[in-house]
């Protein structure tokens, strides 16, 4: 299993990868990596007022639930994991600073850092080239094909 998750780690350390949930994911290490929402999910959203993050020690499978944003406008999105974890650290400045996810989606508005359980997925997951493609048409449905890239 190092072997793989070394393999997967060196294949995408600097690359962010993307869920069809509109969730980003980029390695901090091999067996880190840090999620967030998309900027384009966050410009479609709003100005975000509250983040309801997961606890500590929560796991999840790819595609769970984990957590909900809520705009100024009222609109509440729920928050799916882009791959299947623990989380390990949430991003605690979001209590007292919501909007950082509006200002900085992709970077200091990061929700959570998870120990990857299935490296496997985070190949799965789309390209910027990618997701810039899968969502121009309509970003409401959500799960419009794509074409996925084999990592194995």
């Known amino acids: 299993m190092d072997k793989l998750k070394n393999w997967y780690y060196q294949q995408w350390r600097v690359t962010v990868r993307y869920s069809k949930t509109h969730s980003w994911v980029e390695l901090e290490d091999k067996e880190t990596a840090i999620i967030g929402i998309s900027d384009k999910a966050q410009f479609r959203l709003g100005e975000i007022i509250y983040v309801e993050l997961p606890e500590v020690g929560d796991e ?3 595609d769970e639930p984990m957590g909900s944003l809520e705009s100024i406008d009222g609109a509440v999105v729920t928050f799916y994991s882009p791959i299947t ?3 390990i650290e949430v991003n605690e400045a979001l209590d007292s600073s919501p909007d950082l996810i509006n200002r900085s989606p992709e970077g200091d508005g990061w929700i959570a850092k998870m120990r990857i359980e299935i490296p496997r997925e ?3 997951l789309m390209t910027p080239e990618q997701y810039e493609r899968y969502d121009e048409d309509d970003f ?4 419009e094909e794509y074409e996925e890239e084999e990592y194995y």
Request: aromatic residues 16%; proline residues 0%; hydrophobic residues 30%.
């Open 122 to 124: 985070i190949g799965l």
């Open 85 to 87: 974890g623990e989380v």
């Open 60 to 62: 999840f499978e790819q």
């Open 140 to 143: 409401d449905d959500g799960y």
